[in-house]
Each structure stands twice: as structure tokens, then as C-alpha cells.
């Protein structure tokens, strides 16, 4: 079983930055690839950003050039960076790692005023 805990969400005003993290724990095999997607009231849930186990990134269109995705593979712990942040990012954040099956975090609130 493994289990995804996400943490550094907030509320933060246009223009500024959040870092959030994603601690990956339990049973884990082999990850295929980890990711971040998020949920805005009202929306599906979306891509937000993939990292593979290769190291190969690739962003939604919206944030590309805005937040980063790493991963330090040592904690098995994935990161966002979010810079330039802007009210439509304001979102529930979920971590997802995918091993022989997807699991999910309990999701990060990120709040973006204007």
C-alpha cells in the first residue's frame, strides 16, 4: 500500500509563490511516473504537471513557464513550485504516483487572491 501526503498549500496573494510536497510512503515497487493535478470548483480534475521516473517533465499549457515539478527520488518525495501564481490556479492540489495502479493524496488547498 502506499500512501501520498501532500503539504505546503495556502492562501497567497496574485503574483507570489507556493512550493508544495508530496511524501510518498509504503510498499512502492517501481513508479512509472508522479504528477500533480487539481481540481477548481466546479471543474474536472487536470493535468497540472508529470515528472517520469526518467526525469522527463511535461506541463499543462497553463502553468508552463509558471511552476516547476521535481522530484527528490532519496524521500520519495515530489515538489511543485509555483511562481507567478494568479486566482485562476486557486485549487484543490492532489499528488498522484503511478506504480501498478494510480494513488492519490488527500489533496492541498491553494488559494490565490487577487
Known amino acids: 500500500q502506499v500512501q501520498l501526503v501532500e503539504s505546503g498549500g495556502g492562501l497567497v496573494q496574485a503574483g507570489g509563490s507556493l512550493r508544495l510536497s508530496c511524501a510518498a510512503s509504503g510498499t512502492i515497487s517501481s513508479i512509472n511516473s508522479m504528477a500533480w493535478y487539481r481540481q477548481a470548483p466546479g471543474k474536472e480534475r487536470e493535468l497540472v504537471a508529470v515528472?517520469?521516473?526518467?526525469?522527463?517533465?511535461n506541463y499543462a499549457i497553463s502553468v508552463k513557464g509558471r511552476f516547476t515539478i521535481s522530484r527528490e527520488n532519496a524521500k520519495n518525495t515530489l515538489y511543485l513550485q509555483m511562481n507567478s501564481l494568479k486566482p485562476e490556479d486557486t485549487a484543490v492540489y492532489y499528488c498522484?504516483?503511478?506504480?501498478?495502479?494510480?494513488?492519490w493524496g488527500q489533496g492541498t488547498q491553494v488559494t490565490v487572491s487577487s
Open positions: 498522484n504516483l503511478y506504480s501498478t495502479r494510480p494513488y
Open positions: 515528472i517520469t521516473s526518467g526525469g522527463r517533465t
